[in-house]
């Protein structure tokens, strides 16, 4: 038998590179958009239909449009006129309000910007920021109404943007608080709370905003003595209130059912009575558990704002309505709309990105 | 004892508060109502009304009753209502598939669709559907005529009206018929399936039977169904099924922002299902088609149907924005009817009662539904 002389020491083959198709970009695509007959079906069909769509709406929206100039300009291209934009814009912002004290919603939307800001970033201690954010509506309140130093400037020149914000912010301070009361006297056991609950909520939940609205404009007049009677602005502000809070008291209520019974024995035997039980314990781990949903209501709150137009109350789609129909400026309701669409949009969006960054700060892991 | 003594004086608290604010608001209500000279009561209801109503689903005139128009504006909400339903839930579904799809292109086509509608107000996706898509379609002389009998124009879309035979019915009779045959053969099917453990081919008898006995009867009951087609006259088309640009824009932004909401409630629904679940199924070696059916969709129906029904119950509070846009539902004529005669406690007092009833119905249906999905714990 022949040994071999020396034993050749194994040697692995150079590893090969991935097959081109299955990394990189190719490989993507493949996994991605043509993974079996079916995909790649959809995948053409999409970019066939993307294809068709973005072109014109490119060239309407950024490539013929007009940007600068006034409406002869508009009237000669065939883009969008986003000069009727600028020229109206301070309709847009604040609807009818007069020129001369513009310089008064300017403040109050630079300290919203700064609160917004400086809540975001956590800057300073949370409750001072629970305080500002209260004193807040008063400050702005006081600077777009006028007092005191300040000429008034009546209601009914309130609106555009800051119209849509002033009802939403006030309606979701107001509603969120009026609406843990609400749920909380929902579980009560006193049967006289829990029905007189129940019948505010319930009844308020089955309607549509617009039946809230009409009843607190055309409805409330009639309710009211006549040495008391409160103008249009404010009693659509109650009745968006009204409805925000049945909503968010079925959110939170949602929260308290999911707050485990222990929580409240283990809150009693220590001897907490019920409103320190519920502010210590009950309340803020109910809160974090619908999170999601009390943004969701905050975001649909702002939306719903945009009815206010059917009251007659000119809020920014109302105003964007009005700019539309000056008769300088006809046929850019596409414009207008877009606009507004596009203000909208980031607002909530932006509400429900920053709902879910405390979501996933706020979430304890056991 | 102290505790019982002081919940007895809150009760008592809270009862007279509520009735003194009542008494309050009762006395003032018919001070005002008698300084303003309005009358209460229901006796307007049947007054001739003199209100013109474009889109009515049985006959109407401006000389009749109060009443009977506002019945229309019922009639109209359960109409757009129920249409609604039934087409934002397709449309939803089919958005909300795509969302999880394995295609990237597709899954964020759906994301951008259900991230834009969400976020923008109903009322401004109407107006925009209304002033700025529909009203740019052309007017009527050059109307689009994608296939025979369709028209396209700013005045409204025009469809041929279906004339329907004796026939017809036997058609219809004969679709129910076979509904009813393909039930019984499922409940057989599944008897024979637990004691077996094979069952009936269910989908292929099914699919014969809902070809084969209608198209049978078709053939048997010959003229079932004539068509009468829209024809220009003058400046505008005359006859055929006419769905007018409140309808339609009504709809189509219903339809489109409801359908977001479900394709959200659809896609958190498929997600929350385990993967064990579908990779265990694969494992059994459970076709994929069956494992959609009977191993994802009844899980994830059981997260996705009671967040549906609220969507439902919005959709239909929400189709009272066809005031803003001048379609006549309930609150459009109920708020005209106001306008003319400020019974304003009356017509509000019949908005909420109808609304809740509706909301009610609803609710109850998909409670049932509900019901049925839910597992059933020990």
Redesign the interface.
Known sequence: MQKPAAREKFKPLASEPAPIGLIGPIGWVRA??F?GWF?SF??II??AFLGVIIPPFCSWMFFDAVWFGDSETCRAASGACWTFIGHKLQVFLIGPYPTSEIWRPAAAAVLLAALILATTLRLGNKYFLVILWLLYPCAAYFLINGGWFLPRVDQSRWGGLMLSIGLALVGILVSVPLGILLALGRRS?????KS?CVGIIE?IR??????IL??AS??M??????HLQINNMLRVQIGIILFSSAYMAEVVRGGLQAVPRGQIEAATALGLNYWKMNYLVVIPQALRNVLPSLIGRC?ALF??T??V??VGLLDF?GAA?AA?QDSNWLGY??EA??F??LI??VI??GM?RYGRSIEARTTVHH | MQRKFL?LF???G??GA?AFVSWT?FQ??Q???E?RNIASGFDFMSVESGLPINDSLLPYEPSDTYGYAFFIGVLNTLYVSLLGIFAATAIGVLIGCARV??????SR?AAVYV??L???????TL??TY??VL?SLPHPRASLNPFTGIFINNRGFYLPAPVPYAGFWCVTAAVLLSFLMIFIISRVSKRKRDETGKGLPTLMIGASLLVAVPSLTWILSAPVVDFEFAVLKGFNFRGGLVLRPEFSALMIGLVLYTAAFIAENVRSGIQSVNKGQVEAAKALGVKSSLTMRRIILPQALRVSIPATTNDYTSLV??S??A??IGYPDM?SVG?TI?GQNDQ??EI?GL??AV??AI??VVSAIMNWLNAKVQVVER
């Not at chain 1, 089955?206 to 039946?211: K, N, R, W």
């Open positions: 991605n958009l993974n995909n959809l995948t999409c970019v056991r006193i049967i006289a709370v007189l009844p089955g309607v549509p905003l617009i039946t009409f009843m055309v409805m007049p009639l309710f009211l003595p006549e975001i939306k719903d945009s009815l137009i059917i789609l309505k539309a309701d596409a709309y877009v507004c669409a909208y949009w909530c969006f429900s | 919940n809150i009760q008592a809270v009862a509520v608001l003032n209500t001070a005002n109502l300084a799809s394995s295609n990237w292109l597709v086509l991230e834009i969400r976020n923008v107000p109903l009322l401004l107006f925009f002033v700025v009203a509070k929400n009272s924005l005031v803003a609150v708020g106001i304003a406690i509000i908005w909420m609304y809740l909301n009610l």
